[in-house]
């Protein structure tokens, strides 16, 4: 009789154990990022540059955009609201839904600059990510005046 409340116990523990395990069940939503539309407006100062981009997520899963990192130089993420910039920590991607920088809004800004980019070049940037791995974009150097044939839609 003895054996038997420890192997309770055992079972018990057993199934926790198993409980826990189910994050890593491959049924369990995952975002799915992609990029596209991204460039640089070729810019006017020697120092900084604007880069727009759009993250489509198809994923089951909401992530956020955490940073941006090139070699080119120091990159921040902007948030406009109501014509008004200011740096953020992250930006979130949603489920089936798209987070868009354009002009006028969501915007990548580059500051100090190792050279001004010109038009013809890309800059190589990693996007990092709150759950998903980094995903690397390069990003060409258009004319000044260049903007997307297509609209962006989106936050």
Do not use: W
């Amino acid at each position: 009789m003895r054996g038997r409340p420890a192997l309770a116990t055992m079972a018990v523990i057993g199934a926790l154990a198993l409980a826990g395990c189910g994050d890593s069940d491959p049924g369990s939503a995952t975002a799915e990022l992609s990029v596209d539309a991204a460039y640089i407006p070729q810019p006017v100062s020697d120092s900084m540059a604007a880069g727009f981009l759009t993250i489509t997520n198809n994923g089951d899963a909401e992530d956020e955009l955490t940073s941006v990192t090139s070699e080119a130089g120091d990159v921040t993420v902007h948030e406009t609201v109501d014509g008004t910039m200011k740096e953020i920590d992250r930006l979130p991607i949603p489920a089936h839904g798209r987070l868009v920088f354009k002009s006028g809004g969501n915007h990548l800004m580059f500051e100090k600059l190792k050279q001004r980019p010109t038009q013809g070049q890309t800059l190589p940037v990693e996007l990092h990510f709150a759950h998903s791995g980094p995903v690397t974009v390069d990003m060409p150097v258009k004319a000044a005046t260049y903007r997307p044939t297509t609209e962006h839609t989106g936050h």
